[in-house]
């Protein structure tokens, strides 16, 4: 199988994840049977089924539904109808019971993302998350997420935000120009932004994060530098870049189907891509994941149990949960979700036990995503254990250091090109 080049080809681990949910989710952009990678799980002729990193606490991502409006390029589970709050917040805590039960540890993360949890008002939030201080707690230090629109950030919200016990928040600031916020369909403009991670700060938050979006119809490389060094203005501990893609369904792929907006240029959107990466870690930046950089010691570590084997349990629609090799992922209809945790046993359909293969070439997917990249233990001898992985090396799109095998970032273009040839 060929690797396909960097540029005409179709990019691989690309999906605008608008202060969502990489990968991911949301929750990081997790998505079960439309990770980037899921083709491959069911081909893989991997060597181990043995995660590379040791055990850590597990993770939890709750996903809240719901948005004020709803932008013309997201496909993600989110309704604009505020009328099932309190059901979703009976829902996450009967969801938590059924999921979670008296002996599990305490949690090493919890990430808030959605829709909007900053649209979500203090009391329903509150209900939302208090059984995990009666329950399993988290550990000590935990990273505590939320996702914010900066139409909704004022002092009062930040300090009750900071009182929950977030002391991270990712900010969907999307763009840096009036003008692409509104082709976005976004309810901020730059001012707004600004004001709401100055806000943030001085409420206490010192880690965080900021979303962008690339890609878009008529942004050229210049465009988009101004927008990377107008964010890094904000002094964001991290930054994440995804590039535009038609999701069907979105008011932007039923435009481009009517011909009203260009689709996505893979070209351009890699070069892009590239571009976010010079000007990033040239300002300090490490590119740790496709999508994410990060200040040193700002890597989202919530996000990071979705790359390296860390167990998760994910609470409310589209949540997704992996544990012992088995991944489950609820349905991202808000009714649909309700009734699901109303019956006894959940539909086969949103589950699946990982064997041995699946596993490995998933370790080796997600890996080669990140800048730690794998083991070379986990390429296997053979055709793609030598002429191929020589090539991939010598085409500038892997380094070999040390025992491990780390994506350039041309190479985490094609991440899972990747993976998939060096399964063998
Ligand atoms: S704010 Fe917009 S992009 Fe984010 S989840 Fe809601 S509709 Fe989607």
Known sequence: MDIPSVKNSRLTGFAVRPNLADPGTKGGDVRGPSWPWASLIHEMPGPSPHPESPEKSPGLYIH????????????????????GMASWVLGIRREARQRIDGSAPPFGSLYLGGGTPSAVPLAPLTDALSWIEDGPGLVPGAECTIEVNPGDVDPASSNAWRALGFNRVSVGVQAMDDATLAFLGRRHDVVTARAAVQTLRQAGFLNLGIDLIYGLPGQDARAWERALQAALA???????????????????????????MPAPDDERVADLFLLADHVLTDAGYEHYEVSNYALPGRRARHNASYWDGTPYIGLGPAAHSFRDDVREWNAGNLATWLDELAAPERAPARRERLDARQRGLEILALGLRTRDGIAAARVAPGPAGDGTLSRLIDEGLLLSRKSRLVPTPRGMLVADAMARVLAG
């Open 64 to 83: 809240a539904p719901f948005c004020v409006t709803k932008c013309p390029y997201c496909a993600f589970a989110s309704t604009v109808d505020r009328e």
């Open 234 to 260: 904000l002094a964001p501990d991290h930054v994440s870049c995804y590039g535009l893609t038609l999701e069907p369904g979105t008011r932007f792929a039923d435009a481009v189907a009517r011909g009203d």
